[in-house]
């Protein structure tokens, strides 16, 4: 479920399907449908957004961005992995593919303005969360980075769980608390230096 700034909700599907549930809770005429397709994808969406410029981001295999009322805009081959998470922070929309590919596109035209851990070896990425200066994100392999949102370089990797990978981050004041697939929960300490961007 993704919140539209309408007050409506968009609701994603593994067979592919964006559909706008109404204020109501009522299921609205609106779906979003690709050019000359029966749906927004062929495959499982596994990622949405709603950009702050009331843009709908969905990602699958590839990304496609819909306007508020479920047109298609535009869609974007980003040459990764599957897309697995998504997160808007500022004028950016960072994308995590299952390859470890970070992704950042600028929300109002959606041109790649960055390509990070573009050698597609890294693990892949789960979940984002941003604070003040900083986007996080967390990994299939236990591992959470924090990036600075103006310098857009990676300010700390952190080995948090072993075993696990990382499926939720939630950050507070001082802290991003850190879930893991098997019930950990963990919280990194948000030191003045990453929480400011400063490297």
């Known amino acids: 479920l993704v919140a539209s700034g309408t007050g409506c ?3 994603c599907s593994s067979a592919g399907s964006v559909r706008q549930i109404g204020q109501d809770g009522a299921r609205s005429a609106i779906e979003a449908k690709a050019p000359g397709a029966k749906s927004a994808h062929s495959t499982a969406i596994n990622a949405a957004i709603v950009t702050n410029v009331d843009t709908l981001w969905t990602g699958a295999r590839n990304v496609r961005v ?8 535009q869609s974007l081959q980003t040459h990764a992995g599957k897309v697995l998470s998504m997160a808007v922070a500022g004028d950016c929309v960072w994308v995590g593919f299952s390859d470890g590919r970070l992704r950042l596109f600028e929300q109002d035209s959606a041109v790649c303005l960055v ?5 597609g ?5 789960t979940c984002f969360a941003s604070t003040p200066h900083a986007m996080w994100t967390g990994t299939a392999d236990g591992h959470v980075c ?6 857009r370089r ?6 948090v769980f072993a075993k696990s990978g990382v499926s939720a ?3 507070t004041h ?3 608390w850190v879930g893991g697939e098997k019930g950990a929960i963990v919280a990194l300490p948000r030191p003045d230096e990453i929480s400011n961007g400063a490297s």
């Open 9 to 11: 909700v968009w609701t």
């Open 66 to 73: 819909w306007t508020a009322g479920g047109e298609w805009r």
């Open 115 to 119: 390509q990070l851990q573009d050698d």
């Open 121 to 125: 070896q890294h693990s892949p990425i």
């Open 146 to 151: 924090c990036f600075g949102l103006e310098t």
């Open 154 to 159: 990676q300010l700390l990797e952190a080995p």
């Open 169 to 171: 981050l939630a950050p």
């Open 174 to 176: 001082k802290s991003v």
